[in-house]
């Protein structure tokens, strides 16, 4: 008898609590829909401020404007971490000319971040075309030397989810000039990390590696309908020739900052929680996708708080990374900084994928907390969300390294994303403003509720 009484009031403490859950996940959507400054603040970022790449003057006023508005919210602390940046100037727009016998076709191209420039006549070569870095190796130096590799693999279309895609490919864009530079080739071309033909080269992150100096070759992004062409091209005449100028410098690094504001916990304030994007996006465009919208989600997470008068019990921070896009460098100082300070992190949550709609989390955790949030999923239903898998979460909140926390990314649909990925496009008039806000609100969530449950 007395077992039995003890499972009625469990049965009903249980349902008392998730009651009094889906009553709150209510309230921060209805706010989040209604009341947000998210969408505006995003407005304010892409079209006053414009491009954040690390070390530009776009970079710095940022993190002026997104203290100002942190300090605003009324939070408990607000302030900068300093973090040296690398500052690359990508100069005046480049040039990209299939010269073919007599006929000369015009193509979009970008230098990629960190690129070295090209002569000031441009670089004019012959040019071969491959679909891996293995196979480029197999060519060996001789079918290479003196060349501009074309470096051409799609992304797949089969993969419903658009990043397994993009990390199926996004190699040759990194390490496609070292690899070619070994071989002495003259400089590089790559394929747009894109699902849809168009004419917007996306740009991003190439890496030389360990190689000398004087072994860096210019290397560029070309756009899907440009790649199209000179494959087509090349099938026809192997022996074209590609002109690219680029006008690209790199400069010694240079002082920026993350943006950090916080809300006290007021059970366990030594308890950290973080959440938010990165700040610095690449010079192409203002980078409302990525990651002005994970940034403005992060902010968004607090603002709830605040409104809603929720005091959580654990210490909630967002924090606005710099230099995620050319150097991971905001996301490993503040792990450093959290080690000298002896801090204890037990969540962090990013926001790196778009403000599209949300469809859920990926998560890093053990088994305990998998098991816990399974158990929530229940909640996020009426909002449509139900992707809760295990994978990889963020860039940025990758350095952490608490002895024990949950760290989650939010996933929202994937298959515009490349669209406008590190591309001239990736612009505000992209973001739809009811997606955004659903996203916020849907982090603002899952946090409730590790906050109000805790970790395992």
Request: proline share 3%; glycine share 8%; aromatic share 10%.
């Amino acid at each position: 008898m007395r077992r039995i009484s003890f499972l009625v009031i469990l049965s009903t403490f249980v349902s008392f609590a998730q009651s009094e859950d889906e009553a709150m996940l209510k309230k921060i959507y209805d706010f989040s829909l209604t009341d947000s400054k998210c969408y505006s603040w995003l407005d304010d970022l892409s079209n006053k401020i414009g491009h954040r790449l690390s070390g530009s003057t776009g970079a710095a006023k940022g993190v002026l404007y997104t203290k100002a508005e942190l300090e605003a919210l009324g939070l408990d602390r607000v302030f900068l971490q300093d973090v040296m940046v690398p500052m690359w100037v990508r100069g005046k727009k480049e040039t990209g000319l299939i010269i073919d016998g007599e006929t000369k076709s015009i193509v979009q191209v970008c230098a990629l971040g960190g690129s070295v420039a090209t002569d000031k006549s441009g670089l004019l070569a012959e040019v071969i075309e491959v679909k891996s870095i293995d196979e480029l190796k197999s060519l060996g130096e001789d079918k290479v030397k003196g060349k501009i590799v074309f470096y051409n693999r799609p992304m797949e279309p089969t993969n419903i989810e658009a990043f397994t895609s993009y990390g199926r490919c996004v190699d040759q864009r990194f390490y496609g000039a070292m690899e070619a530079s070994k071989l002495g080739a003259v400089g590089t071309i790559v394929r747009s990390m894109n699902l849809r033909l168009d004419d917007f080269p996306h740009t991003g992150a190439q890496s030389y590696g360990d190689l000398p100096k004087e072994k860096y070759i210019p290397t560029a992004a070309i756009s899907t309908n440009g790649a199209e062409l000179l494959s087509k091209k090349l099938k026809i005449n192997p022996k074209l020739q590609f002109l690219l100028r680029m006008y690209c410098q790199t400069f010694d690094d240079v002082l920026s900052h993350n943006v950090i504001g916080e809300i006290k916990g007021s059970e366990h304030p030594e308890k950290i929680m973080i959440v938010g994007g990165h700040l610095d996006s690449w010079d192409l465009a203002d980078g409302s996708q990525d990651d002005g919208a994970g940034c403005v989600q992060g902010m968004a997470v607090l603002e709830t708080f605040k409104k809603l008068n929720y005091k959580p019990k654990n210490t909630i921070r967002v924090v606005l990374f710099m230099n995620e896009e050319n150097g991971g460098r905001g996301g490993k100082k503040y792990e450093e900084l959290s080690k000298q300070n002896n801090e204890n992190h037990i969540f962090a949550l990013e926001s790196d994928s778009g403000g599209f709609t949300p469809r859920g989390f990926s998560f890093e955790c053990d088994e305990n907390n998998y098991s816990k949030v399974l158990s929530w999923k229940s909640l996020f239903e009426p909002y449509l969300i139900h992707s809760f898998v295990k994978g990889h979460t963020g860039s940025d909140i990758n350095p952490l390294t608490s002895k024990k926390m949950v760290k989650v990314g939010l996933k929202p649909d994937s298959q515009r994303y490349f669209d406008y990925h590190h591309a001239a496009n990736d612009t505000f008039d992209g973001v739809n403003k009811r997606e955004l806000e659903l996203g916020a609100a849907t982090m603002t969530s899952i946090i409730y509720l590790f906050d109000k449950y805790g970790i395992d």
